[in-house]
């Protein structure tokens, strides 16, 4: 019984988000390609932590500084090229906002009102995580936070 035991490539990445007008919005970037919304990610750099790496690649991918919460929020799976990622999700409360920044020209990025970012990123685990965030912000101590309907 010869079974191939696929690795699996460990990343981490953040949602980004902010209040404005007393709704969440998630920030949302392209992929290099421009065919996909997704969030910040990437392998974690040797040296740092997962929660760090993934506030270094929401600077270079979105040219955002924030407070990252060090709990993990979710991880989710996907292919791509025939490997298999695991991407441990952290949350990033948007401090900054940069025009400047290593991947500026490679991708757009754009603020969305949580519901509308869940119908935009096409993987559904990640979808799922997102729907985990709007129920813990909704649930946590931001009484003044509401969702459009």
């Known amino acids: 019984m010869n079974q191939k035991i696929s690795k699996i490539f460990k990343q981490s990445g953040v ?3 902010r209040v404005q007008n007393g709704n969440i919005e998630i920030l949302l970037i392209t992929t290099r390609d421009r065919n996909n919304w997704v ?3 990437g392998g974690i750099t040797k040296g740092m932590s997962p929660p760090a ?3 270094k690649e929401a600077w270079e991918e979105a040219g955002i500084i924030g407070q990252v919460d060090v709990n993990a929020v979710g991880s989710y799976r996907y292919r791509k090229r025939g490997k298999i990622y695991r991407v441990q999700m952290y949350l990033l409360l948007v401090e ?6 290593p991947e500026a020209g490679q991708r757009q990025r754009e603020w969305l009102d949580v519901n509308m970012a869940i119908q935009m990123v096409k993987q559904n685990s990640l979808k799922k995580i997102l729907q985990q965030f709007l129920q813990i912000k909704l649930n946590s101590c931001l ?6 309907t």
């Open 143 to 148: 009484p003044f936070v509401t969702t459009q």
């Open 53 to 55: 790496s993934a506030t």
């Open 96 to 101: 900054m906002l940069s025009e400047d920044y």
């Open 39 to 41: 969030v910040p990610k």
């Open 15 to 17: 949602i980004p988000y």
